[in-house]
């Protein structure tokens, strides 16, 4: 490694310098530009809370547990860590569906979650209002901290690391040369070169990345807690209580109480305003905004009604339009990182995250499975002001509000529309967001359609999912496939470089159409696409919808050395899925083209109501059918043709019934970086003819065999498949399911699951085994396939 820059001294950018001189860089330098902690560290709640929703979250978090006491231990000095334990609340039944789920994965990574009685919190914590709760989840491990004195120790022990750390020096602009960062440029003129930046300035971060051409959804706005008088008899420790359902936490602090909350209508706060320079900012109160927990707080602790606050501390604090953080390498430039946008829990969040900045930019390549966190997933639009200022309507409040299952966003709608919007409006869609796109989940035939509530047990859109796929049987289905990341790659080098990039042979004829993989060097599938072969020169990649930038910069990255170009054409094009039995009889009825003889997997020029577009046979649902890609200019001819002729519309969520029924895998859940495609049963997408990143890696896998191996498993009971259950054998954990949900055709409970198997363990041979599932605390007998439910030789599809 050569020079690193750090921007931001507050608890991100001190856990990242300490964790680099931890890995041996040798070289780095953080700049501050007022004094540390001054921007938003200085005052948080210091709370920390080692259990989160999601397995890798919670891999993360539970790193403070074990760095904060070793932290004071290696430097000396006190970082006010002190386990408290604590409880999250729930007053409404539906809540507990989550918790029960939040412990169960606790308890699978080592922390200690039970589920309570209200009357079991009202021991620990006599006083408490809690008798009309549903019940709780105590966890153990929850504690607090001081977050000025934890900084100090980060910057102490990364000193005695070698980290310069330089207060009062104020970065202006991030230098790029080409797509690699070079630099930075400070405000007194002067420049530091280096070979990576790290942009850790929390609200303060968006100008920096905008300088290297990098946009990031990012929004301050106004966070407010109070501090109470010293309160007597108050138990020692006292626990961290969160009321998940009124939005508040109430934590102890030296006899004190300090209560706090998550809004709605968080009041947005302009970081690059006339205050925006000012350090140890505290903005005025505000009763009004603040009043509505401080009722919460006072109806769930009576006892706060007889004493008067201390303190009222409104401060700055930034969050994300997902309310996920922000982490990992910018996908435009080379050498530029980020850590920001911590939603309100960065101090606990410093430790794990600033430990796998600091491997990801000393290695080249994440620790983990980061594509929760991952900056790549961020839409560049998504960032525009008027998009962000929309967002904090819900983003704030979204952190404790009803997580229900496939919940979606209110706020900030209407980022990305595909051409066809107005069309699939028109037939009834009721939107969601899949990869930030406006999409259909499912088709109203009537206004109470369009309105069904959430619910965490059998989804009321079940049945409109079952009626849509069932028109397949026989007749025709519309899907809407224009998200999906569309990228052309051409040049002299084109073949060559994607022979290298892909598991599969690309060079075929003209017009065939390959499923294949890209590998990291551990074997690990970093992009699963579809590779069409336009002529010897030309091919189209095809991906998901939610990896498009990612998808993007992997291709810039590996092509490096290649003579090709590419271009992202995703928004060049709309793609009608036409799907079902019907469908080589109705565009046989549209156009001259021969149909009938158009093997699967190839794809070709075609007329369709007149209009020229490009055909491709391949179904993601496991039907016969063709991906239709039209001029955006002349898509909507092509859809009323289709419909006029009598295609019905099908949504999302029944493409995804139809994809689990049918074994299909997705990246983001089944697949990812740690997934190798002999432990996804993606074997038959491997060349071993031919070299390609990864391939020794694979080699030794499949010489000695495969220690885990994804399965698709019916589940009895009918419970509600999400993702990230616990699948257990004989008492014991062996392994998580990665995605799940109702078949469309089958009406079967289904679910993928990553298990754990023996030497030369066979897919008979797993399936012979007898497992269970837990959903919610309770556990399913569940059964691994040989083969999926749903048409397993595929006749359908190819017939």
């Given amino acids: 490694m050569g020079r690193t820059v750090i921007i931001g001294g507050g608890a991100i950018g001190l856990s990242l310098a300490y964790h680099l001189a931890r890995r041996g860089a040798n070289d780095v330098v953080l700049l501050e530009r007022n004094q540390l902690t001054s921007g938003t560290s200085w005052h ?12 890798n979250m919670t891999q993360l978090a539970m790193y403070a547990v074990e760095l904060f006491p070793k932290l004071e231990a290696e430097t000396g000095m006190s970082t006010g860590y002190k386990r408290t334990g604590g409880c999250w609340l729930a007053r409404r039944p539906e809540r507990m569906d989550e918790l029960k789920r939040i412990a169960s994965l606790g308890r699978h990574f080592g922390l200690n979650p039970e589920i309570v009685a209200p009357e079991v919190v009202a021991e620990a914590v006599p006083g408490l209002n809690i008798s009309e709760h549903a019940g709780a989840m105590a966890i153990a491990e929850d504690a607090n901290v001081n977050p000025v004195d934890l900084c100090m120790a980060y910057a102490r022990a990364a000193k005695n690391g070698g980290v310069e750390i330089r207060e009062n020096v104020a970065v202006e602009r991030i230098l790029t040369e080409g797509n690699r960062v070079t630099g930075v440029a400070l405000a007194d003129g002067s420049v530091i070169e280096a070979d990576q930046v790290a942009i850790c300035a929390g609200a303060w971060s968006k100008p920096f990345a905008e300088t290297a051409g990098l946009a990031l959804p990012l929004q301050a706005v106004e966070h407010m807690y109070v501090v109470t008088e010293p309160m007597p008899d108050l138990p020692d420790p006292f626990p961290v209580l969160r009321d998940m359902d009124t939005g508040i936490y109430i934590k102890g602090d030296a006899g004190k109480i300090v209560i706090g909350g998550f809004e709605p209508d968080a009041k947005c706060w302009d970081a690059f305003g006339p205050e925006g320079n000012r350090p140890f900012l505290e903005m005025p109160e505000d009763w009004d905004q603040f009043m509505p927990f401080m009722e919460a707080a006072l109806d769930l602790m009576p006892a706060l009604a007889e004493v008067g606050i201390q303190h009222f501390m409104n401060g700055p604090e930034s969050f994300t339009n997902d309310t996920r953080p922000l982490v990992g390498e910018a996908p435009s430039v080379d050498g530029l990182f980020v850590a920001a946008g911590m939603n309100s829990v960065g101090i606990m969040s410093s ?6 900045l600091a491997d990801w930019m000393v290695d080249g390549s994440p620790p983990m499975d980061l594509w929760e966190v991952d900056i790549a997933r961020a839409d560049p639009a998504a960032a525009e002001q008027g998009h962000m200022e929309a967002r904090m309507e819900e983003a704030v409040s979204d952190l404790m509000g009803m997580h229900w299952p496939y919940k979606q966003p209110n706020a900030g709608r209407g980022l990305r529309k595909s051409a066809l919007h107005d069309q699939w409006a028109a037939k009834g869609a009721v939107f969601g967001l899949t990869g930030g796109w406006e999409r259909g989940l499912w088709y109203a035939l009537n206004e109470e359609e369009k309105a069904l509530p959430y619910s965490v047990g059998d989804q009321t859109w079940w049945p409109i999912v079952a009626r849509e796929a069932a028109v397949m049987e ?18 002299p080098d084109a073949l060559t470089f994607l022979e290298q990039l892909c598991t599969a042979k690309i060079d075929r004829p003209n017009g065939r159409a390959i499923y294949t993989l890209a590998l990291n060097v551990t074997g690990g ?18 991906s998901g919808a939610a990896t498009r930038w990612r998808d993007m910069a992997l291709l810039r990255r590996r092509s490096k050395y290649f003579d090709v170009a590419i271009a992202d054409v995703t928004e060049k094009e709309a793609v009608i899925g036409v799907m079902g039995a019907g469908s080589r009889a109705l565009l046989n009825g549209l156009s001259s083209d021969d149909w009938k003889a158009f093997p699967f997997s190839t794809c070709r020029e075609v007329e369709v109501a007149s209009v020229k577009c490009r055909a491709t046979r391949m179904s993601f649902v496991g039907e016969l059918g063709w991906e239709l890609s039209v001029p955006v200019a002349k898509a909507v001819a092509v859809f009323d043709a289709l419909t006029n ?4 519309p099908l ?15 997705h990246w983001g859940h089944d697949l990812g970086p740690e997934v190798t495609p002999l432990e996804a049963g993606l074997g038959f997408a491997i060349n071993w003819d031919k070299d390609f990143t990864g391939k020794p890696a694979l080699q030794g896998e499949r010489d000695g065999g ?8 019916d589940v009895s009971g009918d419970p509600l498949m999400l993702h990230d259950e616990l699948i257990i054998e004989e008492g014991q954990v062996v392994g998580l399911t990665t995605s799940g949900g109702r078949g469309a055709r089958t009406g079967k409970t289904l679910a993928f699951g990553l298990i754990g198997v023996g030497a030369n363990e066979s897919l008979a041979d797993t399936c012979a085994r007898n497992f269970e599932i837990e959903v919610a605390g ?22």
């Fill in 44 to 55: 948080a709640a210091g709370i920390v809370g080692p259990l989160r929703a999601t397995p």
């Fill in 474 to 491: 026989t007749g025709v289905a519309l899907l809407d496939l224009s998200p999906f990341g569309k990228f052309d790659v051409t040049g």
């Fill in 778 to 799: 309770k556990r399913y007998p569940a059964q691994a396939l040989l083969q999926p439910p749903f048409d397993p030789k595929s006749e359908r599809m190819r017939g």
């Fill in 351 to 356: 430790a794990g995250i600033g430990r796998a």
């Fill in 706 to 713: 495969i220690a885990r191996r994804l399965c698709l498993f």
């Fill in 645 to 648: 002729a009598g295609a019905k």
């Fill in 651 to 665: 949504g999302h969520y029944a493409l995804d019934g139809c994809r689990l029924e049918k074994g299909f895998k």
């Fill in 525 to 542: 599938i970093e992009l699963d696409a579809t590779v069409t072969r336009f002529c010897t020169q030309s091919f189209r990649i095809t």
